[in-house]
């Protein structure tokens, strides 16, 4: 290490708010990734890599992403099964994805509450309304099928804050936070016999 008069520039990390798959849904997500590939072409996402973004941060500097830390930490909201069972094409196939036919509830109030909470801490986030989806393949040349045959289902009882590295191979990321949703409040109690 070299010493500089100067103060260092404070380090600044790409991140981003995402549900992170446990590696059997990375798996169904892989294989229904290089199956959707086979048809559409272009460039077929690591299985590392696969993940749903709730919120886009970018460049943030240290102080910051523990700010981000701390307002996940405070976020209440609950766990859900999540199923991916459609696909699909933006921008000319430039991203093809994976995503739900609905989107559940709490996925999408898990979205909102993170966008209302960074917002109210001061991050600027996307405008445009939130679309589920994972990203399957870049720059697919023929268009996807539009269904994901077998269906992804996926628990999703976390969520996690992401570091993104951008490289010549494509970004490369990193779990810097994870937090777990609660379960879901049971509103109907079990039919039971009245035998006891
Ligand atoms: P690469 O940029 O190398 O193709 P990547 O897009 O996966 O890889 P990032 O650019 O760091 O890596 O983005 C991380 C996640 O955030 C991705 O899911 C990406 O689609 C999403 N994302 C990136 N930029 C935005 C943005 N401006 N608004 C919303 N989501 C974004
Ligand atoms: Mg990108």
Redesign the pocket.
């Known amino acids: 290490m070299t010493e500089e008069a100067a103060a260092p520039a404070p380090e600044r990390q790409?991140v981003?708010f995402?549900l992170w798959p446990d590696d059997r849904v990375a798996s169904a997500l892989d294989a229904s990734a290089r199956r959707i590939h086979a048809q559409t072409g272009g460039r077929l996402?690591r299985r590392d890599?696969l993940?749903?973004?709730l919120?886009?941060l970018?460049e943030q500097p240290a102080e910051r992403v523990a700010a981000l830390q701390r307002l996940a930490a405070a976020l209440a909201a609950e766990a859900f099964e999540l199923d991916l069972s459609c696909a699909g094409a933006w921008q000319r196939g430039r991203?093809v994805w994976g995503g739900p036919e609905v989107t559940p509830p709490a996925l999408a109030e898990l979205a909102a509450g993170l966008t209302d909470a960074l917002r109210a801490d001061g991050f600027e986030v996307?405008r445009?309304p939130f679309a589920a989806h994972v990203?399957l393949v870049?720059n697919g040349r023929q268009p996807p099928p539009r269904a994901i045959d077998p269906p992804v289902r996926w628990p999703v009882r976390d969520f996690a804050l992401?570091r993104?590295r951008?490289?010549a191979e494509?970004?490369r990321?990193e779990v810097i936070g994870r937090w777990p949703l609660s379960s879901p409040a049971v509103d109907t109690l079990p039919v039971g016999r009245s035998d006891g």
């Open positions: 790409r981003f995402a996402m890599g993940h749903l973004t919120a886009f970018g991203i996307e445009r990203t870049r992401m993104s951008l490289g494509g970004a990321y």
